[in-house]
């Protein structure tokens, strides 16, 4: 039958033959990852540039010092969330963006966290082994390029290539542009994390021939599944493995953040201690009378607290590998030459034997070589001084 109009005809519905666009829910989780974790580190640091190695270690850097002390597995993958600075969230987080999300839309959400994890935890194994294990890494560079390479494999290999095309476009491609170049002036000045990047290349090149897309996955049905798992399997015990084996540093991060609050604790009980005598100093100068009449209270206060400062701190120890080390001796001698220091003085006060004053004025001299190496000058600076000077000690340093 014919239809005189066209208007009259009966409709046809297209059967909606595309089906609706894929939501990289991956990408998006690991995104919101990264910008977090970088922006909680750059929070506590106080700063939106280059936070500090310490900071950086707080939030899950991937170092020698801290990853391999009772097995900080976390960091492993904790280091390749942390972007480090607001460069690289305005440089990396587009190129991570077109990059997994291609990633995803051909293999899957699932495929691309796991990729991503275990390249993560590979690549960080890596710089265990290959960079300074002082040197802080973090950023995910090398699971990136790692997941950029396993795609041009698989296009090289033209398995899927049709799902390849709403993946290229001259505005993916610019976005990927800032952090290339941002890669390619680290490489050329020798600070990129060569083990990390080369890892991430190399898992990349092997999953770009062992991975299924989402297209052919319902063609390989279970065999899929056991590859898989012991692609996954292979890759965790290498990473265990990996770190078993991996190079022990001299000391460890813990070790340093120790030192640093015992160094609190030594200021904080030495310092008034040093700022009551010399009160008692001004004291005498104020009420016009000779310091020896003061030796009394002065003795009953002071010497049993430094004898208890010197107790506290003579069982002291630093692993001698650390680079403050070297305060160690002087952190003992302190404590130890102020309070033969004081108790000299105090009987040369009472008793006006000169003898005392001399010996006051030795351990005044090892006092200020102590007093020098802690706060990180050279012993050298000291003048000697003459005996004579020892009868003089009402103006301590």
């Given at each position: 039958?014919?239809?005189?109009?066209?208007d009259?005809?009966p409709l046809?519905?297209?059967?909606?033959?595309s089906s609706r666009?894929?939501?990289v829910w991956s990408?998006?989780?690991?995104?919101?990852?990264?910008?977090?974790?970088t922006?909680?580190t750059?929070?506590?640091?106080?700063t939106?540039?280059?936070?500090?190695?310490?900071?950086?270690?707080k939030w899950?850097g991937?170092?020698?010092?801290t990853?391999?002390d009772?097995?900080?597995?976390?960091?492993l993958?904790?280091?390749?969330l942390q972007?480090?600075?607001t460069?690289?969230?305005?440089?990396?987080?587009?190129?991570?963006?077109?990059?997994a999300g291609?990633?995803?839309?051909?293999?899957?959400?699932?495929?691309?966290?796991?990729?991503?994890?275990l390249?993560?935890?590979?690549?960080?194994v890596?710089?265990?082994?290959?960079?300074d294990?002082?040197?802080?890494?973090?950023?995910?560079g090398?699971?990136?390029?790692?997941?950029?390479?396993?795609?041009?494999v698989?296009?090289?290999?033209?398995?899927?290539?049709?799902?390849d095309s709403?993946?290229?476009?001259?505005?993916?491609?610019?976005?990927?542009?800032?952090?290339?170049?941002?890669?390619?002036?680290?490489?050329?000045?020798?600070?990129?994390?060569?083990?990390?990047?080369?890892?991430?290349?190399?898992c990349?090149?092997f999953l770009?021939?062992?991975?299924?897309?989402?297209?052919?996955?319902?063609?390989?049905?279970?065999?899929?599944?056991?590859?898989?798992?012991?692609?996954?399997?292979?890759a965790?015990i290498?990473?265990?493995?990996?770190?078993?084996n991996a190079?022990?540093?001299?000391?460890?991060?813990?070790e340093?953040l120790?030192?640093?609050?015992?160094?609190?604790?030594y200021?904080?009980?030495?310092?008034?201690?040093?700022?009551r005598?010399?009160?008692f100093?001004n004291?005498?100068?104020?009420?016009?009378?000779?310091?020896?009449?003061?030796?009394s209270?002065?003795?009953?206060?002071?010497?049993?607290?430094?004898?208890a400062?010197?107790?506290?701190?003579?069982?002291?120890?630093?692993n001698?590998?650390?680079?403050?080390?070297?305060?160690?001796?002087?952190?003992?001698?302190?404590?130890q030459?102020?309070?033969?220091?004081?108790?000299?003085?105090?009987r040369?006060?009472s008793?006006?034997?000169?003898?005392?004053?001399?010996?006051?004025?030795?351990?005044?001299?090892?006092?200020?070589?102590?007093?020098?190496?802690?706060?990180?000058?050279?012993?050298?600076?000291?003048?000697?001084?003459?005996?004579?000077l020892?009868?003089?000690?009402t103006?301590?340093?």
């Open positions: 039958m014919s239809h005189a109009f066209p009259t005809q046809v519905l297209k059967s909606g033959s666009p894929y939501v990408t998006m989780l690991l995104t919101l990852a990264m910008l977090g974790l922006a909680a750059l929070y506590t640091a106080n939106w540039n280059s936070p500090g190695e310490d900071v950086l270690l899950g991937n170092s020698a010092m990853t391999l009772n097995w900080n597995g976390w960091r993958i904790a280091a390749k972007l480090g600075s460069v690289g969230i305005v440089t990396f987080i587009p190129f991570f963006w077109v990059v291609a990633f995803e839309r051909r293999y899957g959400g699932l495929s691309l966290l796991l990729s991503f994890l390249i993560s935890a590979l690549s960080s890596a710089t265990l082994y290959f960079r294990f002082k040197t802080v890494s973090v950023g995910a090398g699971p990136a390029l790692g997941l950029v390479l396993c795609l041009l698989a296009r090289f290999r033209k398995v899927d290539a049709a799902s709403q993946d290229l476009s001259i505005l993916k491609g610019l976005a990927v542009l800032p952090w290339l170049s941002l890669l390619g002036y680290a490489v050329y000045k020798g600070k990129a994390d060569f083990a990390s990047l080369i890892c991430g290349l190399a990349g090149i770009g021939f062992v991975l299924e897309s989402k297209a052919g996955k319902a063609a390989v049905g279970m065999r899929r599944w056991r590859g898989t798992f012991a692609t996954s399997m292979a965790a290498a990473i265990a493995v990996g770190m078993w190079p022990q540093p001299p000391y460890y991060w813990a340093v120790a030192l640093k609050q015992a160094a609190r604790e200021e904080s009980q030495i310092n008034p201690l040093n700022t005598f010399e009160a100093m004291q005498a100068m104020d009420s016009d009378i000779q310091p020896k009449e003061l030796v209270q002065m003795e009953a206060e002071l010497i049993p607290q430094w004898r400062v010197e107790q506290r701190w003579s069982a002291f120890t630093i001698p590998a650390m680079p403050d080390a070297v305060m160690l001796a002087s952190m003992k001698q302190y404590p030459n102020r309070r033969a220091f004081l108790e000299a003085t105090f040369g006060w008793t006006d034997d000169e003898s005392a004053f001399i010996e006051a004025a030795k351990h005044k001299e090892k006092l200020e070589q102590a007093r020098l190496v802690l706060i990180g000058e050279s012993p050298a600076k000291i003048s000697p001084q003459p005996p004579d020892a009868t003089k000690p103006q301590p340093k």
